[in-house]
């Protein structure tokens, strides 16, 4: 049995044994957190010494001019186009409406789907309203989202991408570059399937299309990208309210353009990555009944219908 000196002595070694391990535990913390500390200071250090890699450059901005108009389908193709655009970098959608005012439900689509947006509105003219022969739609929405352009952008690429064609994405970093104007096929277009540049012995040599109607550029809408410093250099280039003639007037609008200007993407015209799509057409929704559904979620699901 140990006497009481014997044991205040073996207490006293205890508690030195456990201090002296509790100081050993926070030196080699210490040492830990600041060796950590020290090569995180270095590493941040040798990562800003390096050249950023081309995927961390700052891309040049890409501006897609959609037009719209109220119909059944208009929230579903712009909830279609809307995530294929959300993929791509550095982007702003300027939605322009053929309306005197912008709608709610629309605002709202944009806003849930979350890529940069304007929403404007560019009424079609009332003398192209009343005629009886085929009226040149999209014509002032495009031409708005020009003036947007020559207002607010001073470097990009601009892209009429109208919101019921279908569209790869890779096109849109293809285009991103373009110096003046950028040419490329399109799926699905009159009745050669396909509206094209000719490219012979790696230049233009024409066009391909199920109909060239006299015009200079037979191409279709989706086929084409411009610099927006070269719409600069054009002040006066505009889409004409002419049906059937949008696209090859508005490139003649950008003239001096030569051949050799235009730069052929998507393999040399080899592939296509942009498809001239239609969503078929549906008839207005039938009136909601009221007394039979006003208390269901059905009543809610009618305030998201777009009718004509």
């Known amino acids: 049995m140990l006497?009481?000196?014997?044991?205040?002595?073996?207490?006293?070694?205890?508690?030195?044994?456990?201090?002296?391990?509790?100081?050993?535990?926070?030196?080699?913390?210490?040492?830990?957190?600041?060796?950590?500390?020290?090569y995180m200071v270095l590493y941040q250090y040798h990562m800003s010494r390096q050249p950023l890699a081309a995927n961390e450059l700052v891309k040049p901005p890409l501006y897609i001019i959609t037009p719209t108009y109220r119909r059944p389908e208009q929230l579903a193709?712009?909830?279609?186009?809307?995530?294929?655009?959300?993929?791509?970098?550095?982007l702003l959608w300027l939605?322009?409406?053929?309306?005197?005012?912008?709608?709610?439900?629309?605002a709202h689509t944009l806003d849930r789907i979350g890529v940069p947006y304007e929403y404007l509105v560019a009424p079609?003219?009332?003398?192209?309203?009343?005629?009886?022969?085929?009226?040149?739609?999209g014509v002032s929405n495009?031409?708005?989202?020009?003036?947007?352009?020559?207002?607010?952008?001073?470097?990009?690429?601009?892209?009429?991408?109208?919101d019921d064609n279908t569209y790869d994405v890779n096109i849109f970093e293809q285009m991103r570059y373009t110096k003046k104007v950028s040419m490329w096929p399109v799926g699905l277009v009159t009745k050669t399937g396909v509206s094209s540049p000719i490219i012979r012995e790696g230049k233009l040599d024409g066009y391909y299309d199920g109909w060239i109607?006299?015009?200079?550029?037979?191409?279709?809408?989706?086929?084409?990208?411009?610099?927006?410093k070269f719409l600069h250099e054009r002040p006066h280039a505009k889409m004409p309210f002419k049906p059937g003639y949008e696209e090859d007037g508005f490139l003649r609008s950008l003239?001096?353009?030569?051949?050799?200007?235009?730069?052929?993407?998507?393999?040399?015209?080899?592939?296509?990555?942009?498809?001239?799509t239609q969503t078929k057409k549906n008839p207005a929704a039938l009136?909601?009944?009221?007394?039979?559904?006003?208390?269901?979620?059905?009543?809610?699901?009618?305030?998201?219908?777009?009718r004509p």
């Open 255 to 276: 003239a001096p353009l030569q051949n050799n200007e235009i730069e052929l993407l998507a393999d040399e015209c080899r592939e296509i990555l942009t498809w001239h």
């Open 77 to 90: 193709e712009l909830t279609r186009l809307g995530y294929t655009l959300k993929h791509v970098l550095n």
């Open 287 to 306: 009136p909601f009944n009221q007394t039979r559904y006003g208390n269901t979620n059905l009543a809610f699901i009618e305030k998201l219908l777009v």
């Open 213 to 228: 109607g006299g015009r200079k550029y037979p191409v279709d809408m989706a086929g084409f990208a411009v610099s927006v």
């Open 124 to 137: 079609m003219p009332e003398q192209y309203k009343l005629t009886k022969r085929a009226k040149p739609r």
């Open 95 to 106: 939605v322009i409406e053929d309306a005197n005012k912008t709608n709610p439900l629309v």
């Open 3 to 38: 006497l009481p000196q014997a044991k205040e002595s073996k207490v006293n070694e205890n508690l030195s044994n456990k201090m002296a391990l509790g100081k050993s535990i926070k030196m080699y913390l210490t040492i830990f957190i600041a060796t950590t500390c020290i």
């Open 142 to 162: 495009r031409n708005r989202g020009l003036d947007y352009l020559r207002a607010n952008a001073t470097e990009g690429v601009l892209y009429f991408a109208d």
